[in-house]
Every structure is written in structure tokens, then in C-alpha cells.
């Protein structure tokens, strides 16, 4: 019980000063200063092409700033952002972290137990018997199904359900799930409320503060944020930019996939940090590939 309970989501705490981001056509947003205590949910609000996705990245360590300082569960970005990759996890981030439409919702939580497993595991846990190891597992998807809302026997086909027939809401909670099956210090998800009707939004909004009310900080890019939610735009400072900001504007969420690729390979982390890091990646392959993805 002891060492599960030290597995328990604790959120990170989110605290940004000047944060800005530029990309090849200018700013992406600059001048974003606020802070998130452990277990808040932050509404990124603002229209698409505002820059609200790339704020979403930089802060889950998968985009390079440009000015301003920031620190995700401690640990200060950029310098730190493999450290913040590994607390935090994505939900749904369009040509980021998407769901697999041909694969059924069985296999996209099997995946992720296989690839939880195999790199966040301890020295403990590889240790154990493999009934042991799958129970373990099993139980990890459980609580993350649980914890997303997500009605497994409700579905047209229960867990054998294609992800191209389940509806919006039911793709946001099993994008929710994925993230959550790694108890991650802190969630994001992008297009929160894109194509939902106001039940269903509202339904959303109730998932992410669930959530965050059991102890894991939420990011959550939306075009109107939430009541109660800690309300961040990225609009307010990119408006004020000199001539050729609308520019840059209309094209930081179409950018956002590629900058996110580029900081992966443009990281200033030490050599432990980069060692884990291609160990990781080199690992993947193998896992994916027993799970017939690659």
C-alpha cells in the first residue's frame, strides 16, 4: 500500500513570469505571467491561431521558449524540459497526441499499459511474477477508465469498439484515460470544447475538474474558459505586438506540431537527462512493435 500510494498523481505546480514563445513568423504569445497551485485547472482561453496551443506544449516541455522563465512541478523550463515530459502527459493535442481511429479502445489501453510498463516501471515491479505484473497493469487502466469517466459496457461494442465510432466526448475521455493510466503530475488537453454541444461541454468541464480535484494540475486550451477555472489568454499580449504580429498569430497552432518535434531534438538537458532520453526512444520502437504498431 505504501509504495502504490507513492505512485498517487500529486499535481505540479505551474508558475510563468514574461513566458514567450517565438516562432519562424514572429510571436507566438509573450508576457504570460501567472501561477497554478498543485491540483488547479487552467483554462487557456482564446480563438484558434492564438498561440494557445503552443503555450499548452511549452509548458508540458515539448516547445523551446524564447524569453520569460517558467517552472513546471520545479523544474525550470527550458533547461529542464525532458524532466517536465516525464511529470506531465497529453491528452488530446491534434497532430501532437492523437488517437488511432482503426485501433479499438482495448487496444489503445493495452498499448499504454505496454508502454507504461516497459519505461516507467520500477526495478520492484520488474521483479514481481507476470500474473502479478498484468493485474498491476490491468488495475492501472481500471483506475484511469474510472477516473475519465469513461462507461466501457456503454459503448456500441464495449472495450472492442472502433475509436472512429465513438463520439466526441467519449474520444476526449479515453484521450483523458491514456494520460491518466501514468499518473502524471500534470494533464493537458487541447481543444477542450471544440464541436461540443453545451451538455456535452459542460461534461467535459466536469471531467477536467474532477480531475484536477484529485490532485493532478490541468491545462486546457478552450475558446471560453470555464467558472472557477484560473483563466489564461495568450490573445491579450499578442494583440498589442507591432505590425506583422496578425502573421504570426495565424500561423502558431499550424507550427505548433513541427516546433514540438524540433524541441525534442534541440534540448540543452545533461548528458544523464539526454542518455534516458534516447534510451527511451530506442525502447519505444521495441514496444510499439509488440503491440504491432510500428
Known sequence: MGAEAEERPHGAAVVTDGFGLKGPRGWAFREVSFRAEPGTLVAIEGPSGSGRTCLL??????????????????????????????????????GVSELDP??????????????????DGSVRTFLRRPSERRAAARARIDEAVAAAGLDLAALPKGERTSVRDL????????????????????????????????????????????????????????????????????????????????????????????????ADGDLTEDSAESSTEDTTEEGAADALAETGRA
Open 57 to 94: 506544449l511549452a509548458l508540458t516541455g515539448r516547445m523551446r521558449t524564447k524569453e520569460g522563465t517558467a517552472e513546471v512541478g520545479g523544474l525550470p523550463l527550458p533547461k529542464r524540459m525532458a524532466a517536465v515530459r516525464r511529470i506531465s502527459a497529453l491528452g488530446h493535442v491534434p
Open 167 to 262: 463520439e466526441r466526448l467519449e474520444a476526449l475521455r479515453l484521450s483523458v484515460a491514456l494520460a491518466l493510466v501514468g499518473r502524471p503530475r500534470l494533464l493537458a488537453v487541447d481543444d477542450t470544447d471544440l464541436k461540443l454541444s453545451d451538455t456535452d461541454r459542460a461534461e467535459a468541464w466536469a471531467l477536467l475538474r474532477s480531475v484536477a480535484d484529485s490532485g493532478t494540475t490541468v491545462l486546457a486550451v478552450c475558446s471560453e474558459a470555464p467558472e472557477g477555472a484560473l483563466r489564461i489568454t495568450t490573445l491579450d499580449a499578442t494583440t498589442d505586438e507591432a505590425t506583422g504580429a496578425t502573421d504570426a498569430i495565424g500561423a502558431t497552432d499550424d507550427e505548433a506540431t513541427d516546433e514540438a518535434s524540433e
Open 102 to 119: 482503426a485501433f479499438t479502445v482495448a487496444e489503445h489501453l493495452g498499448e499504454r499499459a505496454l508502454l507504461q510498463r516497459r519505461f
